[in-house]
């Protein structure tokens, strides 16, 4: 087991990986560390798709054009979850209220299914394995994968994360100064345009001189172009199908 210290901050997002299963015991506890997330009032709002069937891998690749996905020992889709709670709550004859038609209903979900990621993440990471969060699950056509994962009302994606036996150790890559991460008692109001200009320059020569493949990309312009393409996602409509018909 690594160390807390190369968990958390020798982290890298890893995409290619050895044809090498996941013993039994390591999933077991990825799922444990999984199992044991916080999350808001421990109503546990999320639920996890472990994706091991090459064919189905192969089929979310065709969808979001992720190699990882298909290459990946066990792929594994992050949902928000409030399905389960509205069986419970029907049974017991408890009036379930539209929770989900609300802004922070939804977002209570989210939160949950990122925290029980992250927790995955670090599980692997801690036994050496390699992982990489796969956004694109969620906004690449999310009724599609909806439909193949059999997703019922009240449960949507949220992310996914593939997990294998790493078949490359890429650089780690620089992020924002403490300075601009963590603010003092209240949000900096002095101009951080120099200590981002910075940044950005900093992005920019990591990606010239990365082992690997190299981009002439800066953080920026990098950043406000997936921006202006997600702009086009039709996610609302998607939640709207999925149950969570957004009004508050």
Known sequence: MKSIEDILLKRTSVRRYER??????????IYNAIRNTPTSYNGQQFSVIAISDQLLKEELYAITGQKQIKTSAIFLVFCADFNKIKIIADSLGIEFPE????????????IDAALAMQNAV???????LGCCC???ARTADPEKIAKILKLPKNVCVVCG?????????????????????IHENHYRTDDMSNELTEYNQTISQ?????????????????IVDYYKEAMN????????SQGFDIKQ
């Open 20 to 29: 090498k299963k996941i013993e039994p015991e390591k999933l077991e506890f």
């Open 99 to 110: 929770f989900t038609n609300t802004a922070d209903g939804y977002t209570v979900g989210v």
């Open 122 to 128: 670090n599980a692997a990471q801690g036994l050496g």
């Open 134 to 136: 796969i956004g694109y």
């Open 161 to 181: 994360l593939a997990i294998g036996y790493p078949n490359e150790f890429p650089d780690l890559k620089p992020k924002q100064p403490k300075s601009l991460l």
């Open 206 to 222: 990591y990606n010239q001189t990365r082992s690997g493949s190299t981009t002439t990309n800066d953080w920026a312009s990098h």
């Open 233 to 240: 996602y039709k996610i609302k409509e998607y939640l709207k």
